[in-house]
């Protein structure tokens, strides 16, 4: 059974930062491209950034220099690791798993930035 599991969301104050972790399990983790997107409320869901398998990494252009997408592939872990937060960045934030046809999706966990 595939889980991806998110964490580390919360509330946060503009400017703060939040580290965001995904834990994968019943995959191949190291095989797999990880994407984290995001989902506001009201809006669709967007891409934030991804890593592939060989480690090269994208960012959306409203986070590029502020968000760092890393992963631990002997741990089954993606992580975000979000500085400078704004309000714009306030949404449920998905970490998702594509390897060719399979494409697997975590529940989400919350990022609330707000004074």
């Known amino acids: 059974q595939v889980q991806l599991v998110e964490s580390g969301g919360g509330l946060v104050q503009p400017g703060g930062s939040l580290r965001l972790s995904c834990a994968a399990s019943g995959i191949m983790f190291s095989d797999y491209t990880m994407y984290w997107y995001r989902q506001a409320p009201g809006k669709q869901r967007e891409l934030v950034a991804f890593?592939?398998?060989?480690?090269?990494?994208n960012y959306a252009d409203s986070v590029k220099g502020r968000f760092t997408i890393s992963r631990d592939d002997p741990k089954n872990t993606v992580a975000l690791q979000m500085n400078s937060l704004k309000a714009d960045d306030t949404a449920v934030y998905y970490c998702n798993a594509v390897k060719i046809w399979r494409d697997y999706w975590g529940q989400g966990t919350q990022v609330t930035v707000s004074s």
């Open positions: 890593i592939t398998s060989g480690g090269t990494t």
